[in-house]
């Protein structure tokens, strides 16, 4: 069963902006300019995206629509089907690798497999492809389209200048975010795009997931990485090999971040799961630095 779509704000948050949430799995933000309307984020399914898009209706008026892919993981732009004929959709170029690469069908022949509102998903790629950075002139409000990797190569934030408010869908993340592999390089990705986010110096960070909207997010996710980095780096090139490292007392989820009370059993795994990854590709930086020290 797809989750119901509802509109949501925050405290402070302009009403300009809308968060367009589909329960507990994602959240899209919708935009509203003088010039365009800008959707971020198509939700999991077509049914989702046209539910949020009926929800809209009331706020788009006559202006154009244009859509936002931030990035091709399944939940946020498996709505696409429901756009087409209706806005152009805009994503980063790497999407369109992503979206090549087998993995893209394996992923939705797995979830079509166990749940049947993930059977008439079409993969829609995006209309509009940049690398780098793009900029949408809105008027009275700017959007800049900024590249932040790491989660997923294709990742894409978005910066709001006139409110200081950046939509950074899943390169921020409470209670903690995912690299993209256990690969070194990917790790200084994440960390890297977390720091451009934090020298952003925004007033308000809104992430895809967790329902947060405080800046502090971003500088707990780098306090993570920090300490995890730390824990690792102690640690000898005899004990990074155990393969049951990710089980010692010390390197568990709980040993650098709270796991929220009330938190379901299955989220709780999730971010378990995100963790085993970071701490994988933690553990793949520090052999490299022994291995050149
Ligand atoms: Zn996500």
């Known amino acids: 069963m797809n989750p119901s779509v509802e509109l949501c704000s925050y405290p402070e948050l302009d009403d300009r902006i809308v968060i367009v949430r589909a329960g507990d799995e994602v959240d899209a933000v919708f935009v509203r ?47 696409n089907a429901a756009i087409v004929g209706r806005a152009p959709i805009i994503a ?16 939705l022949r797995d979830k079509a497999s166990q749940e049947s509102r993930f059977r008439n998903v079409d993969l829609i790629g995006p209309d509009i492809t940049f690398s780098g950075s793009m900029t949408l002139n809105g008027g009275d409000l700017t959007l800049e389209l900024i590249h932040t990797p790491g989660h997923t190569p294709d990742h894409i934030a ?35 795009s977390l720091e451009r986010i934090r020298d952003l110096d925004a007033r308000l960070v809104i992430p895809a997931h967790g329902r947060t909207y405080s800046p502090s997010a971003v500088d707990k996710n780098l306090d993570y990485f920090q300490a995890l980095a730390d824990r690792v780096g102690s640690l000898s090139e005899s004990q990074v090999a155990d393969p049951q490292l990710g089980g010692s007392s010390d390197l568990r989820l709980e040993d650098f971040v709270p796991i929220p009370d009330g938190m379901p059993s299955d989220v709780v795994a999730f971010y378990r799961n995100c963790h085993e990854t970071n701490l994988g590709a933690t553990v793949q930086a520090h052999i490299e630095k022994l291995k050149f020290a």
């Not at 980063?92 to 690469?101: I, K, S, Y």
Request: proline share 6%; net charge negative; with cysteine.
């Open 158 to 192: 978005v910066w709001i200048p006139e409110l200081r408010i950046c939509l950074a869908v899943d390169a921020v993340e409470y209670p903690i975010p995912e690299v993209w592999s256990k690969n070194a390089d990917d790790l200084r990705l994440i960390r890297s």
């Open 92 to 107: 980063h170029a790497a999407a369109l690798d992503r979206l090549g690469d087998p993995s893209a069908q394996e992923i």
């Open 33 to 79: 300019t003088e010039r365009f309307n800008v959707l971020i984020d198509t939700l999991g399914t077509p049914e989702l995206c046209m539910a949020a898009l009926d929800l809209l209706e009331a706020q788009t008026n006559a202006r154009p629509l244009i859509v936002i892919n931030s990035h091709m993981d399944w939940d946020h732009f498996w709505g």
